[in-house]
């Protein structure tokens, strides 16, 4: 078996068909580590570094920059310097038939989010790949499903993957009765039971996070494993600032020195990205629903609620992972936590560090959810 | 997220709002077609198609074909808007509302200030505007700049179908009259719109695209234009900034003058005539207020001063084109002042 890898065009988000390779950052004949930056990609929603998927050798480059490819086009070619010419170039060829293939089949479309009903109210829901019990992402304050558009391809691969938009957000109904944590832990409850899902991997971030691990506390039952990045409710202080900027910015040019509070590197806050926040907000009633969050989870730099203490009643496996340079919610919040809880700081990443470190946040997701099996 | 055309993102913001709220009737030639006829109902559904579907939909109570008389129908409509409705007139192409400009000047755009604002005027006359369609002198004008003349009048022109969508629901929702600008070489044009209903406020320019040396400042179709010559220039390692003023009454000349600012060298686009047109108002903003930031003229790329032009081939030149806007940065970009 010969160590061959294709670097291929990712799939970044759900509405993601292509990409511009705008940049390549090797030659070549170059030597690459997995995880070195290959090359620029950018899509009508985000720009970022393509991360080498193996180690090896760049034996072909088969994209110029400025070149747009669809997704899960081949891009280059990565293989250790014995493998042979004749044998990368057959494993070209053979790329190209197997994608054609792949692409006449009956069902090879990307999955489309779709709504789930909960009385007179709707759940915006995505799901993709198969394996029991699934994972269950849950995203945070002004953010939507989209946000794990770099971990969802991923993890999905190897078991059933579900991202939810919370109440007033993305495309679910912008109606918020009750916007405590607490409050909307039971309506993600009400959406799994019309999942039909007992039990799930849940992985939540921020908000998300508070209500992963609301949910996991009142309703263990519904819970397999917990996986908190950067949540609320395990200390009390949060930058009020970025919430109330959140609330009241309007444009594009105040919105984005907020956003860029979420990250360590400001450079992926891309123009498309802000816009996207703006657009979400101009839906009918969903400044009124963030309101309402807003006001029930914070009263200016604190955080209404909180759960540190009754960390010791959870049953299921935990794991916390936090940027060290977050500034909304401070990484000391993962300090003197249980034993019983695995924590990860990752150096390098802001309170977006599933996107940030989004490789690294994968593989420990991976890993800990292989040994809860 | 779903693509929808233009003329697909303004038929669901009229439909969606008369869903919403039953004082929302629609009014004018053909908006239907067929009433009082033995024609087709439904045939026409506006001259290119716009409102097609919505009088089956909402019935001809809501959906009113009139007479080809604008002073009449317009006039109706600011009554009814006056008394309680609110009515989206259709008034086909703007080059005909000379007939009908007592109606909007002295009364729509009136009442609110001479009730000392105890009556409101939510109307929206909806119109198409812009050249490019061999439809000669009469029917391929912009004049949204007589309409922005007018206090008391609002005036949109969205560059794409996602800002039609939210503008005009805004238009709708807002207590006073708004001109409504579509221009017609856009309607098949596709953008992502959001299938549930949405708003973006008047007065708030979009930044298109962002870069340090040059700012463009446009609307309309031509936002798309100055798109294509920053993506071009963006190559060259010039960097553009667009912005698109959405609507030219309100005004944004917050984002007007900061994006003057921050590049120092402005090129502002009107695909209308030059005299005493949006662009030579911003272009006056600028001189005004953000001179000591300046590090060359404000430039302007319009029509010439003369009627649109019935030859094809004088109508392509007569066009501000991305041509045209590419050498107006260049010509910004070279310039520097004698010492």
Known sequence: ???????????????????????????????????????????????????????????RILVEPGTTAPVGALLAVIAPAEV?????????????????AASSEPGGEAPAPRLVRLGDKSI?????????????????????????????????????????DLPGHGGSSKVVTDGSIPGLALEVAATMQALGVARAHLVGHSLG?????????????????????????????????????????????????????????????????????LRAKRLDGAQTALETIAAACFEGDRQRWQARARLVELRCPVQVIWGEDDRILPVAHSRDLPQAIAVHRLAGAGHLVHMEKAAEVNALIARFILACA | MPKKTYRQAINEALRQEMERDPRVILMGEDVAGG???????????????VTKGLMPRFGRERVLDTPITESAFIGAAVGAAVTGLRPVAELMFVDFFGVCFDQIFNQAAKFRYMFGGKAKTPLVIRTMYGAGFRAASQHSQ??????????GLKVALPSNAYDAKGLLIQAIRDDDPVIFFEHKAMYDEEAEVPDEPYTIPFGEAAVTREGDDVTIIAMGRMVNFANQVADKLAKEKIGVTVVDIRTTSPLDTETILDTAAETGRVVVVDESHPRCSVASDIAALIAQE??????????????????????????????????????????????????
């Open chain 2, 142 to 151: 912009c004049l949204y700049s007589i309409f922005t003349h007018i206090p």
């Open chain 1, 124 to 164: 915006r829901i995505l799901e993709e790949g198969e394996g029991e019990p699934p994972l269950l992402f849950v995203h945070g304050f002004g953010g939507d499903l989209e946000n794990w558009m770099f971990n969802m391809p991923e993890l999905g691969r190897e078991r059933r993957a579900i991202a939810l």
């Open chain 2, 35 to 49: 009433m009082g006829s033995p024609g087709e109902d439904d045939a026409w559904g506006g001259p290119l198609g």
């Open chain 1, 209 to 277: 996070g508070g209500i992963a691990l609301a949910l996991a506390l009142d309703r263990p039952e519904c819970v397999a494993s917990l996986t908190l990045l950067a949540p609320l409710g395990l200390g009390s202080e949060i930058a009020g600032s970025f919430i109330a900027g959140v609330l009241s910015a309007n444009r594009a040019r105040r919105l984005r020195p907020v956003l860029e509070m979420l990250v360590h590197d400001p450079k992926l806050v891309t123009a498309e990205m802000v816009e996207n926040v």
């Open chain 1, 84 to 100: 042979e010419e004749a044998a990368i170039d057959a494993f070209i060829t053979g790329f190209a038939s197997q994608r054609a």
């Open chain 1, 1 to 59: 078996m010969t160590a061959i890898t294709a670097v291929v065009m990712p799939k970044w988000g759900l509405s993601m068909q292509e990409g511009l390779v705008s940049a390549w950052h090797v030659a070549i004949g170059e030597p690459v580590e997995q995880g070195r930056e290959l090359c620029e990609i950018e899509t009508s929603k985000i720009a970022n570094v393509l991360e080498s998927p193996a180690s090896g050798i760049v034996r």
């Open chain 2, 290 to 339: 953000a001179f000591e930031h300046l590090k060359a003229p404000v430039k302007m790329v319009t029509a010439p001063h003369a009627p649109v032009p019935f030859s094809p081939a004088l109508e392509d030149l007569y066009i501000p084109s991305p041509q045209k806007i590419e050498a107006a940065v260049r010509e910004v970009l070279a310039f520097s002042a004698r010492a």
